[in-house]
């Protein structure tokens, strides 16, 4: 039977499981015992802690330091995130979806990772640095200053690093340790941008920040290592059959990445070339409030990415309760945002109210559309249909950018917000007219089942 034919089959009786009548203990406690959906919880518990502390992180941030600090530090963040990315290659969903079953392939694989890993890391903070007069002369002081410039390059080569541990996490299937990870780094930057905030006024977000990866990055490995790797033995190695396996995905994966979530790393980038640091800190955080419901989609997809790379026979039923977990977290999620909106960025101060509240009911309602895209593209990761995985990848992010540069000039950060929406929605309504599509038309359906 065709994937479409077999997807249409489970959605007859989609909500079924969900309904009141049909509640008792011992259906709880079979999708508590559901690798998909206790994995997906881990990790929207997980991505929703870090979203939602960071956002006390930035509302402390802003009573405790200057307008101008908060902009530069948000950029600076923002550049490592986007350099981790670039970094990663891909690896990181590689690491998923071909982490070795056998111990003894395990040892080959995590060495020629980690040190792909090391170089790429480097070398991106290296041309980042080198060139800043060009990517963002706003930056020019990394470079200026050694302590600056070392932090630089070790906090992106840490952030890479964090990223791994988290997808070896996943891979294992083992998303726990992932939250327990986030929980770490959250709330130590929290205590931290207090303290620092009394004795390193201009370098204190940053200096917390980063002091606050390394330590979750130190206790991650050591949950990882302990208890689910303990005969790794660690050695600066390439193997090219470990390359072989997993470089055409992790190509194809590294460019939806750089494309998809490089974006949403470059927009405080861009806003802060061109509306100056000030616009950038209201921009920011409102960015960070509406990017918390991304969290969602993102925590089931990654899930259904992970079970469906285990098992893919797994991936109809996998695709039918994401859709599922999905409307239910995120139709309230959006609607109370979307009320709270003015009142949520009240809480940093009466000027993000007055300046960002229209740009982050903009973002809400763009989370919609986002979803669809997000969970559409974890498919197409299981069934390893790249050219799909580039396609809607690089719509987005050409839509997004473009839009983006044209818009705020003349709309302020509200552009990049509108940008964001128009892109998304596009993308959405190409996936479910594509879908529709082949569904009507049994006989030209993709091939090996794809969907869309």
Request: aromatic share 12%.
């Amino acid at each position: 039977m065709k994937l479409n034919d077999q997807l249409n089959q489970y959605m007859k009786n989609e909500f079924n499981d969900f309904g009141v009548k049909s509640f008792s203990w011992k259906k709880l406690q079979a999708l508590w015992a559901n690798r998909f959906y206790i994995n997906s919880l881990y990790l929207l518990i997980s991505n929703v802690l870090g979203a939602v502390l960071g956002f006390v992180f930035w509302i402390i941030a802003a009573h405790l330091y200057t307008t101008e600090q908060v902009g530069l530090a948000s950029a600076v963040i923002s550049a490592i995130g986007l350099l981790a990315l670039f970094s990663c290659v891909g690896l990181s969903e590689g690491v998923v979806r071909f982490f070795p079953r056998e111990d003894a392939d395990v040892n080959s694989f995590l060495n020629t990772v980690l040190s792909i890993l090391l170089v790429t890391s480097l070398l991106a903070s290296v041309i980042f640095i080198v060139g800043l007069g060009f990517w963002s002369p706003k930056l020019l002081f990394i470079r200026q200053s050694p302590i600056y410039l070392v932090f630089f390059v070790i906090m992106t080569l840490f952030y890479v690093l964090s990223t791994t541990l988290d997808s070896l996490y996943i891979a294992r299937r083992k998303a726990v340790f992932a939250l327990i990870r986030s929980a770490i780094f959250n709330g130590l930057k929290l205590v931290l941008i207090i303290l620092f905030a009394l004795f390193i006024t201009s370098a204190g977000i940053m200096t917390a920040w980063g002091i606050s990866v390394g330590i979750a990055l130190l206790a991650g490995v050591f949950l990882f290592f302990r208890y689910l790797q303990p005969h790794y033995k660690p050695s600066p190695v390439v193997i090219r059959k470990v390359v072989n396996d997993v470089v055409h995905f992790s190509i194809a994966s590294y460019t939806a990445s750089l494309l998809g979530s490089g974006t949403i790393s470059l927009l405080p980038i861009i806003v802060i070339n061109l509306l100056g640091a000030e616009a950038n800190a209201y921009f920011y955080i409102a960015w960070s409030i509406g990017t918390v419901l991304q969290m969602i989609p993102s925590s089931i997809a990654t899930s259904l990415f992970a079970e469906g790379s285990n098992n893919e026979n797994s991936l109809v039923p996998n695709i039918k309760r994401s859709i599922k977990m999905g409307l239910i977290l995120m139709v309230p999620s959006v609607i109370i945002i979307f009320i709270l909106a003015r009142w949520l960025l009240g809480i940093f101060n009466k000027d993000y109210a007055d300046n960002a509240a229209t740009l982050l009911r903009i973002l809400v309602i763009a989370m919609v559309p986002n979803a669809i895209n997000t969970v559409y593209l974890s498919i197409k990761k299981v069934e390893k249909n790249i050219k799909i995985i580039y396609l809607v990848s690089a719509a987005l992010a050409v839509m997004d950018i473009g839009l983006t540069y044209v818009l705020v000039p003349h709309m302020g950060i509200n552009g990049a917000g509108i940008a964001w929406l128009a892109s998304q929605i596009i993308v959405a309504i190409c996936i479910l007219f594509s879908f529709l599509f082949r569904h009507k038309s049994k006989g030209s359906t993709a091939p090996n089942g794809n969907i869309g």
